[in-house]
């Protein structure tokens, strides 16, 4: 598809368990951005990536949440022995820019929907 | 810091009223970049329009337009002759270039325009 992919649509965990959502960017994008977003909320930045190099991973909540992007493409999520706060809606976002800071703008996927009981 | 502020959470009008989506927002920096979404029901957000800070025309797309005021630090939405369709959440954003820290998009926290037939 020539949009951003984002599997699963909807992940339910029990708390406690790890879980991994994955990002397949438009391809040739060279910027990769995770957000998080509470329901009623706008997206929150989380982590950002230039090819495989992960540039900022200053909006990651905590170190339970861990992110890759090992050949600078597809890109995964991780979530460590998860919380119920850590429910929301996690999407990720890929633009053509070269760096974070650009007029081009990001494509969202979807996003996943986690639940955590 | 930067900040975006959407302070209508929720509007309704009716079909083929004009409705105008408030944005203001904060930064230090002289350059930096604005952007809208629009998140439908699905939950992708869409990108409509970005606008950077040295260019302060309005422009028009369609029932669409942009209202840039750098003096009130404000980036108005107005949708002329709304149809049901327009009806989602529609975001502000901000990118800086010194990324205050992150370097991902600033969002605020969304309106809900509700248009019914």
């Known amino acids: 598809g020539a949009g951003v992919s984002q599997s699963p649509r909807y992940k339910v965990a029990k708390r406690g368990q790890d879980v991994a959502l994955r990002c397949d960017p438009i391809s040739g994008h060279v910027s990769l951005f995770w957000y998080q977003q509470a329901l009623g909320q706008g997206p929150e930045f989380l982590t950002y990536f230039q090819n495989e190099a992960q540039l900022d991973k200053s909006g990651l909540p905590s170190d339970r949440f861990f992110a890759e992007r090992p050949e600078g493409s597809v890109s995964t999520l991780k979530i460590q022995r998860t919380q119920q706060e850590d429910s929301a809606v996690y999407l990720c976002?890929?633009?053509?820019?070269?760096?974070?800071?650009?007029?081009?703008?990001?494509?969202f996927g979807d996003g996943t929907r986690l639940s955590i009981l | 810091a930067q900040k975006v502020t959407q302070a209508q959470t929720e509007i309704s009008v009716v079909e083929k009223e004009d409705v105008t989506l408030d944005c203001v927002y904060e930064t230090r920096d002289t350059t930096y970049y604005l952007f809208w979404y629009k998140q439908p029901p699905s939950g992708e957000l869409v990108f409509l329009i970005r606008r950077n800070s040295f260019d302060e025309q309005n422009e028009i797309s369609g029932r669409y337009s942009w209202n840039f005021q750098k003096s009130t630090s404000s980036f108005n939405f107005t949708i002329t002759a709304s149809q049901v369709v327009d009806s989602a959440v529609y975001f502000c954003?901000?990118?800086?270039?010194?990324?205050?820290?992150?370097?991902?998009?600033?969002f605020g926290k969304g309106t809900h325009l509700i248009i019914q037939p």
């Open positions: 954003a901000l990118s800086e270039a010194s990324g205050g820290g992150a370097d991902g998009l600033t």
């Open positions: 976002a890929s633009s053509l820019a070269v760096t974070s800071f650009s007029n081009q703008p990001q494509h």
